[in-house]
């Protein structure tokens, strides 16, 4: 298990590094349009604060967020645009200062949460270094959006190892939101890091397996590149479907993005430090 503070402190380091891209644009800069169909670089930033209000109410009410859920469920194919768009119709400077207070208040109440505690969520509960993982996953991704829509290149963190992790661990979940049965057996996940180190995952012996760059894992978990245009191996029937499917984030199953475009045009493996053991 994760330490959790540990894992907020690559939160909030995370989350400032995208809020110095964002904090000086334009009205112009706001409205650009970004990879994900139909949302601007406000619709980003709103999605991501949005969320976090959401994930705020799971950690301090779990009752509260039951209605939310019954929410999503009463509209699966639009909750989340909705409540992307609802933000981005903000004045930037009221949308920013939205998801600054938003963050930071899910900060603390996940630092004061109790031990061992466990919160609702769209997909399976979670402890609090899971959720804190969960919107790292997020604040990466849609940060990637942010970044490519801008034409700013972005170098790439030992942080990006929290992505691949919660990457591996949404195996089964992808599985099932895709109302397929997960595999009984483990993967075996081998990935190059930032510095040429190997991230690994599961046992050595495993018979089925997944081979590549850890950015380009981390593009595929959060459906930010297509299969396609990334360098990923698999070997054996499950693994090869695993990523045609893998999906990190919680909800229905991800539309992901269009073979041919390129992928993380923003995003440049930079120095980083290895995960602790070199192991993540």
Known sequence: MSDPAVVLDDLRSESDELDR????LGPGE???RTPAAGWTV???IAHLAWTDSAALVAVTDAAGFAAEVDKALAAPDSFVDDGAAAGAALPPAELLARWRAGREALQQALRSAPAGARFPWYGPPMSA??????RLMETWAHGQD???ALGVVRPQTARLAQVARIGVRTRDFAFGVHGLTPPAEPFRVE???LGGELWTYGPEEAGQRVTGP?????????QRAHRDDLALRAEGEDADRWLDIAQAFAGPPG???????VPGAGAQPGPAAAPEGGRP
């Open 21 to 24: 891209l964002v904090g000086e």
């Open 30 to 32: 706001w409205a650009a």
């Open 42 to 44: 406000a619709h980003q």
């Open 129 to 134: 270094a899971s959720m804190a993982t969960a």
């Open 146 to 148: 942010v970044a490519d």
């Open 191 to 193: 990935l190059e890091g």
């Open 214 to 222: 850890a950015l380009d894992f981390c593009l595929l978990v959060t």
């Open 255 to 261: 539309k992901g993005r269009a073979p041919g475009a």
